[in-house]
C-alpha cells in the first residue's frame, strides 16, 4: 500500500496535511488531520467502475464548518451524555453543552475540530494520527493520550484501530463518523441500500434522543435488521420525538462478547453492486440515517446532501452510558489501555 502526503489547508497558520492510501486493487482512501478524518473513500462497483462512497467536503473550510461530524474521529466521548454530567469516584463533573442542554461527540471543540500529529509508520502503510488531550478539557478529567491508526490493505480492507491511555481516571468513547453513501456521495438518498445488523436489541430514548436506560427487542419493530432490508422500508415507523428530522438515530446492542472482533453489519446497494462488511469490538451501534443534513451547504464536487443522503455506523459504548449502570461502562483507569477496533471489508454483488 502506498501514501502520499500534501498540504490540505492551514489553520492558524498551523497546516493541515491530506494522505491518500492506495491499495494493489486501486481502492483509495484519503485523510486529514484535522479531526483524524476520512474525506475519500473510492471503491469499485460490480462493473469495476470506483466510486467515493463518503460524504465530505472538497476544502477544509468545509470540516471547520459542519456541525456534521463527517468522516471524523470524535470523542472524549462519542453520543450524548444527559445534561452533560457524571460522577466518577464520587466526584461529580459538568461538560460543556453542545446539544442544547446535553452534551454530544466530545463537546464544543471535541477531537473532530482538533488538529492531529500525523505519521506514516515504518511499514510505510500504516497512517497513524496522535494527539494529547488535556486534563479539563470540555470538562473532562485526565490527560488522554490518543493513537488511532488507519490501513488501507490489499485485501480491500480499511482498519481503524483507536487507542487511549489517561492519567487519572475518567471516561472515553471514541467513535469513527464517516456518512456512506454506496451508490456514491453525491447519488441522492440510501433508502434504497440494504443493510443486515447482528443485533436483537435496541436501546431506546426519550424527547433528546438520550438513553432511557431500556433495552428492548427489535423484533416486531421498526429497528429489526436481523435479515437484509432496504434502510427505508420502516423508517416512517421509526419512533421519534417531535421537532427532530425522523429516521434512525439509536443505538442498536451488538451480538457477541465486547472486546472480541465479530462481523455486526453488512450493507450493500442493489443498484450499483458495492457493497461492504463491518466488524468491530465494540458492544453498540449508533445507526443514523442523515436526517440533519443540510442541502444548503454543498459536499464535494458542489453535491448536495440532503435528508437521508447517508448513514453513519458509530461502532460504541451505549450513550449516556456514564449515567446508566447497567449498560457497558466507559471508564479508563491509569495503567490500562482503551482499545476500539473497526474493519471495512469492501465487495461487489
Known amino acids: 500500500m502506498a501514501i502520499a502526503r500534501e498540504v490540505f489547508g ?56 459542519s456541525d456534521a461530524y463527517m468522516g471524523a474521529t470524535c470523542g472524549r466521548y462519542g453520543n450524548r451524555i444527559k445534561g452533560g454530567r457524571f460522577t466518577l469516584d464520587g466526584q461529580r463533573y459538568q461538560l460543556s453543552l453542545n446539544e442544547k442542554q446535553n452534551h454530544i461527540h466530545g463537546g464544543v471543540k471535541g477531537y473532530d475540530k482538533q488538529i492531529w500529529k500525523a505519521a506514516i509508520e515504518d511499514d510505510g502503510g500504516t497512517l497513524v494520527f496522535t494527539h494529547r488531550a488535556a486534563d479539563g478539557e470540555e470538562g473532562y478529567p485526565g490527560t488522554l493520550e ?7 490493505t490489499d485485501a480491500n480492507e480499511l482498519l481503524i484501530d483507536m487507542t487511549a491511555r489517561t492519567d487519572k481516571p475518567t471516561i472515553v468513547n471514541l467513535v469513527h463518523h464517516s456518512y456512506f453513501n454506496l451508490g456514491g456521495h453525491g447519488s441522492g438518498d440510501v433508502l434504497q ?63 457477541g462478547r465486547p472486546g472480541e472482533m465479530r462481523r455486526v453489519v453488512e450493507a450493500r446497494d442493489p443498484a450499483s453492486g458495492r457493497a461492504f462488511d463491518l466488524a468491530t469490538t465494540e458492544p453498540g451501534l449508533q445507526f443514523y440515517t442523515g436526517a440533519g443534513l443540510n442541502d444548503a451547504v454543498p459536499g464535494k464536487s458542489g453535491a448536495r446532501y440532503g435528508r437521508f443522503g447517508g448513514f453513519a455506523l458509530e461502532t460504541q459504548k451505549y450513550p449516556n452510558s456514564p449515567n446508566v449502570p447497567s449498560f457497558p461502562q466507559p471508564r479508563l483507569d491509569p495503567g490500562e489501555t482503551y482499545r476500539h477496533r473497526m474493519v471495512f471489508r469492501f465487495y461487489a454483488v
Open 193 to 255: 441500500q440494504e443493510l443486515k445488523i447482528a443485533s436483537d436489541f435496541y436501546t431506546p430514548v426519550d424527547g433528546e434522543l438520550i438513553t432511557t436506560g431500556e433495552i428492548l427487542p427489535v423484533k416486531g419493530t421498526a429497528f429489526d435488521f436481523t435479515d437484509f432490508k432496504p434502510i427505508g422500508r420502516d423508517i416512517d415507523r421509526v419512533p421519534y420525538p417531535d421537532g427532530h428530522g425522523g429516521g434512525y438515530d439509536h443505538n442498536l446492542v451488538l451480538r
Open 146 to 152: 490518543l493513537r488511532v491508526a488507519f490501513q488501507l
Open 10 to 65: 492551514t489553520v492558524d497558520g498551523q497546516p493541515v496535511h491530506r494522505f491518500s492510501l492506495t491499495n494493489a486493487a486501486g481502492l483509495m482512501a484519503r485523510f486529514i488531520s484535522y479531526g483524524a478524518t476520512l474525506t475519500e473513500l473510492h471503491i469499485p462497483d460490480r462493473r469495476g467502475r470506483l466510486g467515493d462512497i463518503v460524504l465530505g467536503f472538497d476544502r477544509l473550510d468545509g470540516y471547520r464548518a
